[in-house]
């Protein structure tokens, strides 16, 4: 046959060395005829594989090792052809090349451009090739549609032409990772393929401190719990992410300090703070400009730090204060606000005996007393207060029992008496310590309770007569005192 000799005559014929032609011994005939068929039926395989169009349907076991009905010849894989190596008759080759399929593959243009191109030759002679050719798996691989299509992109071909992803394909790891279902199945989303398509994401995947995280042991284990898995799943952790706030917190060296807190991460733990942050109340707060000023003031993160104060944060009885609304009334009070920057207040609410006085149910319900507060808003009163003599008054236990005398408690409520307190004469007399022994006299006492000595003490004329100086004088006579002590 034309093609036959055609064949022949090509892997015969021409080797050129120096420019000048030499022919093959007789002897070395045989080899070469076998080591032509060989070839063929590489190029056949390649053929097949690389631009056939194979049979449609999804059972393609009838074309898995076969060529067009011709059955593949198995072989001894080695380094070098030799002659004891070459396995095809010229009966076989006569009947390979009389085949149609195989004369049809001879006749194709393509084909023809194959044979004359020294890298396909070169591919046809690799031992690793003709390897890759007898394995079941590539040629289940070959019989699929869209591993041609792939084969024919103009884009796949410039990646394998690159020797980093040689490098690639050449990895262990990669390999397993490949065998992998879950990353088939992500190779095959629509929405992965999207991504990849991305030029920013593709960006990341070169960016080598991205490259460090995935890396990272630590980061691996988070990708493997179910909950961060969710957290990426959630829609509203998504919006999270594309708003360029967030990115900006997140490049942020403090933040990123305080995510490597063990304290804040057992915080984010705890449910009660998970809570908090769900709660709308509090995220209003978070978004409160004046709420943002006060987080950044360094006073109150000094307050933050202070034991005392997380213990008072802990108090149920100071949550419930903070959650009143007359609290919240009196923290916006200036004036409340400047007493408690007052030193002398901080001292005081120090002590336990005023800690101890704020605890008594009676002085509570005077400090709802309109009187008691308007008292309180006086200056004099508060003069009068910041006076050691009454103070030291005050600290005096009769005094005190005085206070919780009915009687007496009536007496300052008596509008005369009270103009009585406000006479500079009887202030001078209630000084003046002749009188304060008199009124420590039993006998003066029982007069003063008289009904009959109170409504002489309210009779004008008495009143005059002991204004006057010769009554005065007389009280104060020898003969006089004698004389009453006597009687």
Do not use: H
């Amino acid at each position: 046959m034309k093609i036959e000799r055609e064949l022949k005559k090509y892997y015969q014929s021409q080797i050129y060395k120096n420019g000048e032609v030499y022919f093959m011994e007789k002897k070395k005939q045989k080899l070469i005829l076998g080591i032509s068929g060989l070839l063929v039926a590489c190029c056949v395989i390649g053929y097949f594989a690389f631009f056939y169009p194979w049979p449609a349907g999804s059972d393609n076991s009838a074309t898995v090792g076969t060529i067009g009905g011709v059955e593949k010849v198995n072989r001894e894989r080695v380094e070098q052809i030799g002659e004891k190596d070459v396995v095809l008759s010229d009966e076989q080759l006569q009947k390979l090349l009389q085949n149609d399929q195989v004369q049809s593959l001879i006749s194709n243009k393509a084909f023809q451009n194959a044979m004359q191109n020294r890298a396909f030759a070169g591919l046809l002679a690799d031992k690793a090739f003709a390897g890759l050719l007898a394995d079941k798996a590539f040629a289940g691989l070959l019989a699929d549609r869209r591993f041609a299509g792939l084969l024919a992109d103009k884009r796949f071909a410039g990646l394998l032409a690159d020797k980093a992803f040689a490098g690639l394909l050449a990895d262990k790891a990669f390999a397993g990772l490949m065998a992998n279902k879950a990353f088939v199945d992500l190779l095959a989303n629509k929405a992965f393929a999207g991504l990849l398509a991305n030029k920013a994401f593709v960006d990341l995947l070169a960016n080598k401190a991205f490259a460090g995280l995935l890396a990272d042991k630590a980061f691996a284990g988070l990708m493997a719990d179910k909950a961060f898995v969710d957290l990426l799943a959630d829609r509203r952790y998504a919006g999270l992410m594309a708003d360029k706030r967030y990115a900006g917190l997140l490049a942020d060296k403090r933040y990123a300090g305080l995510m490597a807190n063990k304290a804040y991460a057992g915080l984010l733990a705890d449910k009660a703070f998970a809570g908090l942050l769900a709660d709308k109340a509090f995220a209003g707060l978070l978004a409160d400009k004046a709420f943002a000023g006060l987080l950044a003031d360094k006073a109150f993160a000094g307050l933050l730090a202070d034991k005392a104060f997380v213990g008072l944060m802990a108090e149920k009885a100071f949550a419930g204060l903070l959650a009143e609304k007359a609290f919240a009334g009196l923290m916006a009070d200036k004036a409340f606000a400047g007493l408690l920057a007052d030193k002398a207040f901080a001292g005081l609410l120090a002590d336990k005996a005023f800690a101890g006085l704020l605890a008594d149910k009676a002085f509570a319900g005077l400090l709802a007393d309109k009187a008691f507060a308007g008292l309180m808003a006086d200056k004099a009163f508060a003069g009068l207060l910041a006076d050691k003599a009454f103070a030291g008054l005050l600290a005096d236990k009769a005094f005190a029992g005085l206070l919780a005398d009915k009687a007496f408690a009536g007496l300052m409520a008596d509008k005369a008496f009270a103009g009585l307190m406000a006479d500079k004469a009887f202030a001078g007399l209630m000084a003046d310590k002749v009188f304060a022994g008199l009124l420590a006299d039993k006998a003066f006492a029982g007069l003063l309770a008289d009904k009959a000595f109170a409504g002489l003490l309210a009779d004008k004329a008495f009143a005059d007569l002991l204004a006057s100086k010769a009554w005065a004088g007389l009280l104060a006579s020898k003969l006089f005192q004698d004389k009453m002590a006597i009687d």
